[in-house]
């Protein structure tokens, strides 16, 4: 007997065209592919189109405007390098919004957070100080920037009261 494991794809309510997003998603990341679209008729606009995006799964649903998407749900993509995090800041942030601590909404209404991977080792950093002051940096911008966290992070320092402070 082969053991399957349940699948869980998010499902997205659009108001518009669920085809022009499915291929515009393809488009921004090198591993995805649209796994299919489904016509209600020949002719028709698409009413559903289904996504792979780095290997997750996305159903896209044109459900029109009774119900928009809002950042209570949003994508977080994990990048490398300061070179990924540009590219795709770039890419979903056009025609979209941008917002604070790595967060864009798309052309769409998509939310996104596109997060470099050593964010999380610097702000579960042992040393308080350091997490707290790469939780600070972060705070203040926007498209997060590698440099900047790890220059905050490695700048702190607590003096003999306790207090926090940061060498800029």
């Known amino acids: 007997m082969t053991a399957t494991k349940p699948g869980i794809t998010p499902f997205l309510w659009f108001d518009g065209d669920v085809e022009e997003a499915a291929k515009f998603y393809v488009s921004v990341f090198k591993d995805a592919?649209?796994?299919?679209v489904h016509r209600p008729a020949p002719?028709?606009?698409?009413?559903?189109?289904t996504v792979t995006l780095r290997g997750l799964k996305l159903h896209l649903f044109n459900g029109g405007p009774h119900t928009k998407l809002t950042p209570a749900f949003s994508l977080m993509v994990d990048c490398e390098t300061q070179q990924e995090v540009d590219e795709l800041w770039a890419?979903?942030?056009a025609g979209g919004a941008e917002s604070r601590c790595g967060w864009l909404q798309?052309?769409?209404?998509?939310s996104w957070q596109i997060v470099p991977t050593v964010l999380v080792k610097l702000l579960r950093d042992r040393n308080p100080d350091k997490a707290s002051a790469a939780m600070q940096a972060m705070l203040k911008m926007g498209k997060l920037d590698i440099a900047g966290l790890q220059r905050a992070y490695d700048q702190a320092w607590r003096t003999r009261s306790g207090s926090l402070h940061t060498c800029i």
């Open 33 to 36: 592919r649209i796994e299919s």
């Open 43 to 49: 002719g028709k606009p698409a009413q559903s189109a």
């Open 91 to 93: 890419k979903l942030a």
């Open 106 to 110: 798309d052309r769409y209404g998509l």
